[in-house]
C-alpha cells in the first residue's frame, strides 16, 4: 500500500493479534514511522488499531463508509444531524 494516505479505506487481512479484524473495512487516520504502521479507525465500531502496511488492502471508499445517523442523531463529529421538515 505504498500511495495510501490518510483518508483511504482499507479491508485487514491476516492479521496475528487481532485476528478478528480480519476482514474488516477502516479508515487510514496517519502513518507513524517510528514504528511502521498506519493508525487505522473501524468502520464497525470506531476502534484504533495499528497496522503493518503489509496487513492492508484498498477498499472502496462506497462500501466501506458507514451509512448517514438517522435525523436527530450526533455524529462521531459531535454535529447534530436535523430532522427534515
Excluded: C
Excluded at 476502534?47 to 458507514?66: D, H, I, L, Y
Amino acid at each position: 500500500m505504498d500511495s495510501a494516505k490518510p483518508g483511504d479505506y482499507v479491508m485487514m487481512h491476516s492479521l496475528q493479534s487481532t485476528v478478528h479484524q480480519n476482514g474488516k473495512t477502516g479508515r487510514l487516520l496517519e502513518f507513524s514511522q517510528d514504528i511502521g504502521r498506519w493508525k487505522v479507525e473501524m468502520v464497525d465500531d470506531g476502534t484504533v488499531v495499528s497496522v503493518k502496511p503489509e496487513n492492508m488492502m484498498a477498499s472502496p471508499a462506497a462500501a466501506a463508509a458507514p451509512a448517514a445517523a438517522p435525523a436527530g442523531t450526533v455524529s462521531a463529529q459531535g454535529e447534530r444531524r436535523r430532522s427534515a421538515r
